[in-house]
């Protein structure tokens, strides 16, 4: 398993930052590894618990895809789970007043399936890499709402 906390500051109010964050469509504007992001079903629906992703990623040389649903939904935070034959991933993004703006703490976890989870201590060295673009790209977009 791998799992990657990450607490930062930006200046933007806390229930723009959720609004924003609960489309996962967003994903590939502060998600380094996200290549594409499209919401399946009826686009133009309200975003609630069980609304749905296909996400397409690129970890080094490695394409992945995965479908992404909202698992939950509050003011302060957004808790998606994505899954595919491989491994189950977690992004748990939680949101709290800071000043004039917002403390984030953004969490992945990753599950292996399988032979997949002898890959764990490789793609952990993986994850923290991406983890300090993850911090810069969604400081960057949250602060441009």
């Not at 201590?121 to 790209?137: E, H, S």
Request: charged share 25%; aromatic share 8%; glycine share 6%.
């Amino acid at each position: 398993m791998v799992n990657v906390v990450r607490t930062f500051e930006v200046q933007v109010n806390p229930s723009v930052a959720i609004a924003y964050l609960k489309d996962f469509t967003h994903s590939v504007e502060w998600d380094p590894g996200t290549v594409a992001c499209e919401r399946i079903g009826d686009a133009s629906a309200p975003i609630e618990v069980g609304a749905k992703w296909h996400n397409t990623s690129k970890l080094i040389f490695i394409n992945t895809e995965l479908e992404y649903e909202l698992q939950e939904l509050h003011a302060d935070r957004v808790l998606f789970r994505g899954t595919n034959k491989t491994a189950t991933s977690y992004d748990d993004i939680r949101i709290e007043p800071s000043g004039a703006g917002a403390k984030v703490t953004y969490e992945a976890t990753v599950k292996f399936n399988g032979v997949a989870a002898l890959t764990d201590p490789v793609m952990k060295l993986i994850f923290l890499q991406l983890a300090k673009g993850t911090v810069r790209d969604l400081t960057a977009a949250l602060e441009k709402l």
